[in-house]
């Protein structure tokens, strides 16, 4: 099957670069509601589910035996910009538990965020493993460890307790089989499993609703998907596509980006979770895709669809500030 064009980009009259792409919208119940291309190939989720692999945190009792509130438990399932806020909440996790950061299986890297970025080679020679975008998930697996009382030492690695529970999760929220045969290395060194596309989308409206997860799990995951709607900043960065979109309806959409033009969501209030993947990896495509989908989806309010909206048609600048073209959502009907 060819994949839809569901992004184009524009450049005075012309069309000049087309993304093609795939989106799952699946109810609570695993109904296909609205799809575009192929949504039963195998993708890699990445950093888009890190809500689901967040879910060991909280049902073991770590996050409470720690005292964290929403803004950590967002953190642990956050793709953070490395902004001093970030480096210094995650810092705090681990002290709570009596780590530090040499505890942390991340590995280091500047900030992505060009603003970030200048700031922190400013304030420091180089970066360490607080400043990776996945410190938050990997304090929080180091609390999770210290707290069951589980050795810390590989626990990034396929075969750690940690990441089999974790790898248990992904199966039971998404119902799809995970493992060595659909498994990579994600660029912070934990396992990450290939599902399908639509198995992806049912998870997350399973993880907004409840529906068929035990209470504890049920209660676990709303909680993870409420801290990041609550603190949409800790969940990724200023300026960020994740902020923006939960930030634009309060409390009303979940929405987590993944490497490699992966988006997933979520909308509690209609049980429904979504699933996207940009044929091409390619971020901007991606952002214009999850925009153009939750706005269509939350058509029965205006306001809300209009604020969901701004990142489905993007006007492109030179560096002179003239206006050349746009980033535009083209999703079927």
């Known amino acids: ?68 509130g929403d803004r950590e438990i967002a953190l642990s399932a956050a793709s953070h910009s490395g902004e ?98 659909v498994c990579g290395t994600d660029g912070c060194s934990i396992p990450t499993y290939a599902v399908p596309l639509k198995a992806l989308a049912h998870g997350f409206a399973k993880m907004a609703t409840g529906t068929g997860l035990e209470p504890v799990r049920a209660k676990a995951a709303q909680r993870i998907l409420s801290a990041c709607m609550a603190e949409p900043f800790y969940v990724s960065g200023t300026g960020r596509a994740c902020n923006t979109l939960m930030s634009a309806v309060p409390g009303r959409v979940f929405a987590k980006t993944g490497a490699e033009g ?28 999850v925009s153009a989908v939750l706005s269509r989806l939350m058509h029965a309010d205006p306001g809300a669809s209009d604020a969901l909206a701004g990142l489905a048609h993007q006007t492109m600048k030179n560096w002179n500030g003239m206006e050349v073209g746009v980033i535009r959502a083209v999703l079927p009907n």
Request: glycine share 10%; charged share 20%; with cysteine.
């Open 1 to 68: 099957m060819v994949n839809p064009v569901l992004v184009e980009v524009t450049r005075g009259q012309r069309i000049e670069s087309r993304h093609r792409g795939m989106i799952a919208v699946v109810d609570e119940s695993g109904s296909l509601v609205w799809s575009a291309g192929e949504t039963d190939a195998l993708v890699f989720p990445r950093s888009a589910c890190k809500a689901i692999q967040a879910l060991p945190f909280v049902e073991s009792g770590a996050a409470d035996t720690y005292g964290f």
């Open 84 to 181: 001093d806020a970030h480096i210094a909440l995650a810092g705090q996790m681990l002290a709570r538990a009596g780590r530090s950061v040499e505890d942390l299986e991340c590995g280091a890297h500047w900030s992505t965020d060009s603003k970030v970025l200048i700031h922190q080679a400013r304030a420091r020679e180089a970066p360490d493993a607080l400043c990776n975008n996945c410190s938050g998930k990997h304090a929080g697996f180091v609390c999770t460890c210290t707290h069951q009382g589980i050795g810390l030492k590989g626990y990034s690695g396929y075969d750690h307790p940690l990441q089999q529970q974790i790898r248990d999760a992904m199966e039971n929220v998404t119902g799809a089989v995970v493992g060595h045969d």
């Open 262 to 289: 992966v988006f997933c969501a979520a909308i509690p209030e209609l049980g429904l979770g979504i699933a996207l993947k940009c044929e091409d990896g390619t971020t901007r495509a991606a952002e214009a895709m």
